[in-house]
T-cell receptor, first 112, second 116 residues
């Protein structure tokens, strides 16, 4: 099993450009999450999907959109990137009965 | 509402010394608590979890944590630090959401440095 995978690993954008971060899991997780990690600010939840077909805002959703394409895939889209969105983005999944989350390796995004 | 406080954003120990990383929580429901480790340029990995069974929880890499309800604490310890323990450590508590809507509430992390 690959677990939780994310693509790309690194990305550099110019202000105003758009891009989609991809996340896929083969652990049969019902719930999936997108976080951003910034120095000194820990992990902040952007959006989550409690189950296939549903998505909800987390604490920092502005400037982002998500799609739960199917049970395996949960993508994060930046429609018009801003320098404030420079961060490391993590996707995570959680199984039906468990409480812990399983993380992907992250995408390091720089917006110039 | 649930919250997590990690005392000390940076902790430095000598190799072979005791590691103690502090975590205090607030929870309106019986807490489920977690410690995660993040090595440089990697994702987060579960170290251990407390889910209302034994109060002393053993995890990977020789780490353990003790749940103390009276102190609302879940401190992480390791008797003897190794250079490979240098990493960022996060404490988290499950929120009050039901079923698939459960989320984790995260502390800000503690960076552990191990000196030779």
């Amino acid at each position: 099993n690959a677990g939780v995978t994310q693509t790309p690993k690194f990305q550099v954008l110019k202000t105003g450009q758009s891009m989609t971060l991809q996340c896929a899991q083969d652990m049969n997780h019902n719930s999936m999450y997108w976080y951003r990690q910034d120095p000194g600010m820990g992990l902040r939840l952007i959006y989550y999907s409690a189950s296939e077909g549903t998505t909800d805002k987390g604490e920092v959703p502005n400037g982002y959109n998500v799609s739960r394409l199917n049970k395996r895939e949960f993508s994060l889209r930046l429609e018009s990137a801003a320098p404030s969105q420079t961060s490391v983005y993590f996707c995570a999944g959680r199984g039906i009965a468990g409480n812990e989350q399983f993380f992907g390796p992250g995408t390091r995004l720089t917006v110039l | 509402a649930q919250s997590v406080t990690q005392l000390g954003s940076h902790v430095s120990v000598s190799e072979g010394a005791l590691v103690l990383l502090r975590c205090n929580y607030s929870s309106s429901v019986p807490p489920y608590l977690f410690w995660y480790v993040q090595y440089p340029n990697q994702g987060l990995q579960l170290l251990l979890k407390y889910t209302s069974a034994a109060t002393l929880v053993k995890g990977i890499n020789g780490f353990e944590a003790e749940f103390k309800k009276s102190e609302t604490s879940f401190h992480l310890t390791k008797p003897s630090a190794h250079m490979s323990d240098a990493a960022e450590y996060f404490c988290a508590v499950r929120d009050g959401g039901a079923g698939n809507n459960r989320k984790l509430i995260w502390g800000l992390g503690t960076s552990l440095a191990v000196n030779p």
